[in-house]
């Protein structure tokens, strides 16, 4: 059993025990994640503290092994993350997500805020916790891994022999995460009983919203009674009725369902199936005729309604008018579902791959079709790996670039965080237009992040834990604990004052919110049971872009400001 035990036994560098370490790290860490105290699980944060135990009792990796394994844990964690949130980046600045990002925005500056105000009440520079310290300190009460990351590579582009700092970042980190986690659904509580809020009614509320909705594509059909459209042509009634809309189909008296091009047109007793906003339903009421209750077949008769797949990489980024579609194939485009929210066809819409278009016409129209757009689930499941690794290739590139400012005698470089990340959401946002497929399904991006998070925290673990108990299990680590709880604290509670005193937000967006700014999954859990709806997410995934962009840089900005 010699064998074994040397492959087993702390010191050993070989790969295979480097491996084998890792391994045990990675699953023993995920396992205890799971495990929930008041409610309340770690999640797969929890291979930081398996590593730190291990680190401990003296299981390592050679220096360079482990630090190539940290770096692309993390360029692959990144890079996941701002794939995932790119497409929604830039649109979580319209409408009330402006509030919400900006009040996002407000916490984290008061996080940086406050950790600066400990950091020179505590003595600054001659204090007993570094500024390398504290930022890892506010790292972990705010949750964020990317931005424990992005401050680490920082510190050592500034200062390569800098390598036991940022251990010390960690295990700021480590210390105060788990209070960071628990803080926030404190805070959550305690908004509800500052303002007496009767979750029971803003459910109600979010309920009624939902209902109200006019952002989503609206079906209702109108009977022809209006004799001054009537003899009109489609393409006529488009430059009288400004609004988004498609007719569908139209039912003539005698029984007979066409679908419409640009050259027919409607006549007094027709009936019309329109796919619009429902906030426009009114104009066809008046420019039309009113609204009938009329059970369309979809599935029977000369013409019926499907859904096509779009898998083939030729479509990606084309404009959906372009296709010609009636003049081809005698079809007409209702909606264009994508990421599961329905989108009017309008003839600008660019075409994504994953995209789910909904097609009206003869069942053979729409089989040739089908075979243009590709309609392969399979094909959808094949990964993008050109684009993967373009995208992290350019990202290097930006991250290298080095940006001077004046007052700071290193330049600023965005670095193997801030560089990936700032190119992945652009490719991901805007991709399409240069022909890259940015499609990649929800398990294939989670498995991508799962292994590059869990490849980075066992990595911090394993390099802090050889110093971590004599450094937090103290009087210093319990003020890194307290101050870590200040920090996560008090910027919530003003956030939340602000949100649900001046602005009158729902509570269920201000719990999600709250779980966004701080970048939390366990804290969003709590707040979906809290609510039993979606709209903690919906809120969540508002904030959630720019809230993860700024941390990682600001992380970076203050790591150069201190040290550069």
């Avoid at 008769?301 to 797949?309: C, D, K, M, N, Q």
């Avoid at 989108?343 to 994953?354: D, H, K, T, V």
């Avoid at 094949?382 to 007052?407: R, Y």
């Amino acid at each position: 059993m010699d064998w074994l035990i040397d492959l087993l036994k702390p010191g050993n560098f070989s790969l295979a025990s480097t491996i084998l370490l890792y391994s045990f790290v990675i699953f023993a860490g995920i396992y205890l994640g799971k495990i929930k105290i008041l409610g309340v699980s770690l999640g797969v944060t929890f291979v930081l503290f398996v590593g730190i135990i291990l680190g401990h009792f003296g299981f390592g990796v050679e220096a360079n092994t482990l630090h190539f394994l940290r770096e692309f844990g993390l360029i692959l964690f990144i890079f996941s993350i701002g794939m995932q949130v790119g497409p929604g980046f830039f649109s979580s600045f319209k409408e009330g997500g402006i509030t919400m990002n900006m009040l996002a925005v407000l916490g984290i500056a008061l996080n940086v805020v406050i950790m600066l105000a400990i950091y020179f009440a505590q003595g600054g520079a001659s204090g007993m916790t570094s500024i390398i310290e504290m930022i890892g300190v506010m790292s972990g009460a705010v949750t964020n891994t990317p931005g424990l990351g992005a401050a680490q590579q920082t510190v050592l582009q500034i200062q390569p022999d800098a390598y036991t700092s940022s251990q010390a970042m960690s295990m700021g980190y480590a210390a105060a995460y788990p209070l960071g986690v628990v803080g926030i659904i404190l805070t959550m509580i305690l908004i509800k009983k500052i303002f007496k809020i009767d979750v029971n009614k803003e459910i109600e509320e979010i309920e009624n919203e939902k209902t109200d909705s006019t952002l989503a594509p609206h079906m209702c059909s109108f009977k022809v009674t209006n004799d001054l459209v009537s003899g009109l042509n489609m393409q006529k009634l488009h430059t009288l009725i400004s609004c988004e809309y498609i007719f569908s189909r139209i039912e003539k008296p005698d029984g007979t369902v066409i679908v419409p091009t640009s050259k027919d047109c409607i006549e007094l007793g027709d009936v019309v199936l329109a796919v619009c906003a429902l906030q426009d339903e009114e104009i066809f009421t008046r420019f039309i005729g009113p609204k009938i209750d009329k059970q369309w077949p979809m599935d029977k008769g000369p013409v019926v309604s499907r859904r096509i797949l779009v898998t083939k990489t030729e479509y990606n980024g084309v404009k959906l008018g372009s296709l010609r579609l009636h003049a081809a194939y005698k079809l007409n485009v209702t909606r264009v579902n994508r990421a599961g929210v329905d989108l009017i066809a309008s003839p600008n819409l660019r075409l994504q791959m994953g995209d789910r278009v909904t097609v009206v016409g003869k069942i053979e129209d729409i089989e040739h079709l089908a075979s243009r757009l590709g309609n392969s689930m399979k094909r959808l499941n094949e990964p993008n790996l050109v684009t993967m690794f373009i995208g992290i290739f350019l990202g290097i590139l930006l991250g290298s670039l080095p940006i001077q400012f004046p007052g700071m005698s290193v330049p600023m470089k965005l670095g193997l965080a801030g560089g990936p990340l700032v190119v992945a959401i652009l490719i991901s946002a805007y991709g399409h237009k240069f022909h890259l497929v940015t499609y990649t399904n929800s398990s294939a991006n989670l498995l991508l992040r799962e292994i590059g998070i869990c490849l980075f925290l066992a990595s911090v673990g394993i390099a802090a834990g050889k110093d971590f108990a004599a450094t937090v299990f103290n009087v210093r680590g319990a003020m890194w604990v307290g101050y870590g709880f200040l920090i996560t604290v008090i910027p919530l509670i003003v956030v939340g004052c602000i949100a649900r005193g001046k602005y009158k937000m729902n509570y269920l967006s201000i719990i999600g919110m709250m779980s966004g700014g701080y970048t939390d999954p366990p804290a969003l859990a709590y707040g979906n049971k809290v609510a039993n709806n979606d709209a903690p997410a919906v809120a969540y995934s508002t904030v959630y872009p720019l809230t993860m962009f700024m941390r990682v840089i600001m992380a970076q900005v203050v790591v150069l400001c201190f040290l550069s």
